[in-house]
């Protein structure tokens, strides 16, 4: 009888024990199918912001070389408008403006506003990796996930709040960018965590449509974006430095020549995103020196 028994329990067993068998390969095959897909959207997203910052290179490539044909042509413009006034002085003619001086005035960033109707400009910051067009979108969500050529993007693009006007137009200008673990795009704010950096780079250059101009550094900070909210448009002058005492209380680091607020300054302010506190934003506050 115990035999029977026996007989009768191992087709059972072996049956239980296939389908815990089948059920563990399962799960199995469904972690190992799930590890190769995270493995490879990791891939994709790396594969990306390495296209991202190759493309942007390109464009400060691109820009660095039409900065250096400007000057070229600068130089032969202004070496032809001498010869031809030599020229109009001999032949007892009265000095005239030449064609070719207005080529002279050509604004080159045309070319960028061909790639992209919203290009505002072009930000460069010494001593670090930011050397990167600046655009204004309708809203400050548009440019979060696209590239300056409008193609998604994790990096994004630097972008203008869209309730500036630009050009230097405005009191206080606001330029966003992301903080991107490949050390690009606005990365390099983070720095000025450190007093050294701080102190010995200061400077930021900063291009309208028509024109650039220089900023010098004067506050740093790290805060929650739940805790920030930034005036653009101020009342009176008095109103407007006191804006900038305050920005300045709030920095991180005391500077070795006293700031001095000058309501004949203008702002500018670069947000990037921070994780030394929750939510955080590390910001960088810089008034116009010439």
Known sequence: MTSSKNAHKNPDNNLNNNLKHSSKGKWLNIIMAASVILLLGTAFVAWQRAEAQIAYETLSQERAMQETTETGVSTETSQFSTIEASLNKTAGLEPKVS???????????????????DFMGWLRVPGTNIDYPYVRGGDNDYYLKRDFYGKYSEAGTLFMDYRNLGSFND??????????????????????????????????????????????????????ADDYAFTLDFESSDQYQDYLEALNRLSLHSQKQAFTADPGQKLLTLVTCSYGVNNGRTIVHAVEIK
């Open 171 to 224: 009191q206080h200008t606001l330029i966003y960018g992301h903080n991107m673990k490949n050390k690009s795009m606005f990365h390099s704010l983070t720095y000025y965590h450190d007093f050294e950096f701080f102190e010995e780079n200061q400077v930021i250059e900063l291009s309208g449509l028509y024109e650039t101009r220089t900023f010098k550094i004067f506050s740093v900070y790290e805060i929650s």
């Open 99 to 117: 064609d070719s001086a207005y080529y002279f005035k050509e604004n080159l960033n045309k070319e960028w506003l061909n790639i992209n109707p």
